[in-house]
């Protein structure tokens, strides 16, 4: 069972003040291909896992930013920890 929920909004910068969004994408694609279970909103995406895993998939996305070109990246987090078990379905079951 997952213990964690991270949040997170990749924020990086481009070299000519290009778009953003092919780099959001581009993270998006790194939390994807990963296998654990996401919900992409609005302003960030929410992932749900071992907490191990998901602050490296973090660290993942950061570095495909960099590759891509970007000099540099802010990564706002969210972390919600829970040993006996984290699930954004039971945060939420209320509000659907």
Same mark, same amino acid.
């Given at each position: 069972?997952?213990?964690? %929920?991270? $949040?997170? #909004?990749?924020?990086?910068?481009?070299?000519?003040? *290009?778009?953003?969004?092919?780099?959001?994408?581009? !993270?998006? @694609?790194?939390? !994807? +291909?990963?296998?654990?279970?996401?919900?992409?909103?609005?302003? @960030?995406?929410?992932? *749900?896992? @071992? %907490? !191990? #895993?998901?602050? &490296?998939?973090? #660290? /993942?996305?950061? *570095? !495909?930013?960099? *590759?891509?070109?970007?000099?540099?990246?802010? $990564? #706002?987090? +969210?972390?919600?920890?829970?040993?006996?078990? &984290? $699930?954004? /379905?039971? %945060?939420? @079951? +209320?509000?659907?």
């Amino acid at each position: 069972m997952a213990n964690a %929920l991270v $949040s997170i #909004q990749i924020i990086p910068k481009t070299k000519n003040n *290009e778009d953003v969004i092919p780099y959001v994408d581009r !993270a998006i @694609e790194v939390i !994807a +291909k990963s296998g654990v279970k996401y919900f992409v909103s609005p302003l @960030e995406t929410t992932m *749900e896992g @071992e %907490l !191990a #895993q998901l602050l &490296a998939i973090i #660290q /993942d996305m950061n *570095e !495909a930013m960099i *590759e891509m070109g970007s000099p540099n990246v802010i $990564s #706002q987090v +969210k972390i919600y920890f829970n040993p006996s078990g &984290a $699930s954004m /379905d039971k %945060l939420t @079951e +209320k509000y659907r």
